[in-house]
Structures are given as C-alpha cells and as structure tokens.
C-alpha cells in the first residue's frame, strides 16, 4: 500500500500564492504519473484534472490554469508539488494528489492508482 501525505493548502487573496506538496511513501515500486485534481464544492460539481507530470518530467495542464500553476517532482523524494500563482476566486476547491504506481516485470508490471485526503484551497478576501 502507498500512502499520501498532501499539505499546503490555506486561505488566500486573490492574486496570491500558494505551493501545495504531496509525498508518497510505503510499499512503492515505481512511481509513474503524479498529478492533482480539484473538485469545487456545489452540487455537480465534479473532480477535474489541473496538471500531471511523468517520470521523465512531461507536463499537461489544465487550460484554466496554464502560465499560473506549475507542476514540478523530486522522483528521489516520491513528492509532487503544484506552485499556484495568480490565484483567483475560481480556483477554489479541494485539491486532490493522484499517483500511479507501477510494479515490476515479475509481478506483471500492474497499475495502482492511489488517492491523497485532499487539501482545501480557499481564494477570497
């Protein structure tokens, strides 16, 4: 089993910033993709990407958040980090880490995809 250990989130004004950490550890065998999510609150209101990251460093993101957030990962750590600058009201929510975990060739390469507790990030003044 992989645990997640999310931090970082707060309340914060508008045009402010905030740096959101998310560590894995126990039983990993290699971390693939690493990314968060967020899901504002409010009925049907569903859990959306932000951004992702591989192993080997490539980025996705989120149109709404393009040239604001930044997706960065210390693979020796097993941490991802998501950089929010330029923060507005709309990007209040919950914020969720998503790891996916590979095993080895011997036990047939399968996929775990595990989920963090959430951190809930608040834009207001």
């Known amino acids: 089993q992989v645990q997640l250990a999310e931090s970082g989130g707060g309340l914060v004004q508008p045009g402010g910033s905030l740096r959101l950490s998310c560590a894995a550890s126990?039983?990993?065998?290699?971390?693939?993709?690493m990314g968060w999510y967020r899901q504002p609150q409010g009925p049907g209101k569903e859990r959306e990407l932000v951004?992702?990251?591989?192993?080997?460093?490539?980025?996705n993101y989120a149109d709404s958040v393009k040239g604001r957030f930044t997706i960065s990962r210390d693979n020796a750590k097993n941490t991802v980090y998501l950089q929010m600058d330029s923060l507005n009201p709309e990007d209040t929510a919950v914020y969720y880490c998503?790891?996916?975990?590979?095993?080895?060739?011997?036990?047939?390469?399968?996929?775990?995809?595990?989920w963090g507790q959430g951190t809930q990030v608040t834009v207001s003044s």
């Open positions: 951004a992702d990251i591989t192993r080997g460093g490539s980025t």
């Open positions: 126990g039983r990993i065998f290699s971390i693939d993709a």
């Open positions: 998503k790891v996916r975990d590979v095993s080895p060739a011997i036990y047939g390469r399968a996929e775990t995809v595990y």
